[in-house]
């Protein structure tokens, strides 16, 4: 059955499947989304409270129901949020790997009983794992599966920036690649503003304070745990991201933004997912950007690129 355009598919009907159900109805461009939970009254709870937003003037007659894996057929985009996310007290996405390997094959079985053709968005954590090992298990088409991976880090890092200097974070070009996780890196050869290059940015811009890599790279990496430690959870951030990939594929933007996929030879690897920037479109990732690196971007990417085949290594 061929993809219906505007059809949208969210399993996991927890804090972040609601996140992203009721982002996706501010953007008013799909036309009906269908929630899948293993709690099915979870999800009725979830599609009916979300239903009566449609009644208000500004919100579109989206149809929003419960579904079961027979929706996945012809649907344009699957989002996929399964699966615990770390809670208080726990600080690296990876010590959720075997708990989610498990519920990502129960997922990924049962979309690939009924579509290869939608995309897959992941946001279950860790990413990056899940997105290569399951990709690979089930030989899903490479570019219609892919994370959020480091589209948050990268807006954080952005914001960070710009208001160091006092700019709009939108006038900041900069991308944080690698690992959802703590092996992420920026290559600070690559980030400017407004065309600025970044050894030029204190002297054009005069920052309220010097500028920190080391602390601005730290600060994108422990701000969702602290979240986490702060409000129990994390579902705004993440749930916006979403929304930015699936009106990119919907509108056909053909935006550069940075998302986890599999790598096929960018950099000489071929053996893990992780952020690259990539051109979003209907068709998915319609191209990897691989950036030139300087020699520290090189280090920081070997080391991001061996802490993931370890963590692959490990899946039980």
Known sequence: MSATSGKLVIVGAGKVGDAVLDSVLRLSIIDEIVVINRNRDKALGAVLDASH???????????????????????????????????????????????????????????????????????????????????????????????????????????????????????????????????????????????????????????????????????TKIIGPEIVQLKGYTSAGVSLAACRLIGAIVRNERCVVPVSTVLRGQYGISDVAFSMPCIIGKNGIERVIELTLDEEGKKDLEVCHSHLRRLLSSIK
């Open 53 to 219: 937003t449609t009644a208000f003037e500004y919100s579109t007659n989206t149809s929003i129901r419960v579904g079961e894996w027979e929706d996945c057929a012809d649907a344009q985009i699957i989002v996929v949020t399964a699966g615990p996310s770390i809670v208080k007290g726990e600080f690296d996405r990876s010590i959720l790997l075997n708990r989610n390997i498990e519920v990502m094959d129960n997922v990924m079985s049962n979309i690939t009983k009924y579509t290869r053709e939608a995309i897959i968005i992941v946001i279950s954590n860790p990413l990056d794992i899940l997105t290569y090992y399951f990709q690979k298990k089930y030989d899903y088409p490479v570019d219609r599966i892919f994370g959020t991976g480091t589209l948050l880090d990268t807006a954080r890092f952005n914001k960070m920036l710009g208001d160091l200097c006092g700019v709009d974070a939108k006038n900041v070009t900069g991308f944080v690649l690698g690992e959802h996780g703590e092996t992420s890196f920026i290559p600070w050869n690559t980030v400017n503003i407004v065309g600025v290059p970044f050894d030029e940015i204190e002297e054009k811009f005069h920052p309220s304070a010097p500028i920190d890599k080391e602390k601005l790279l730290n600060e």
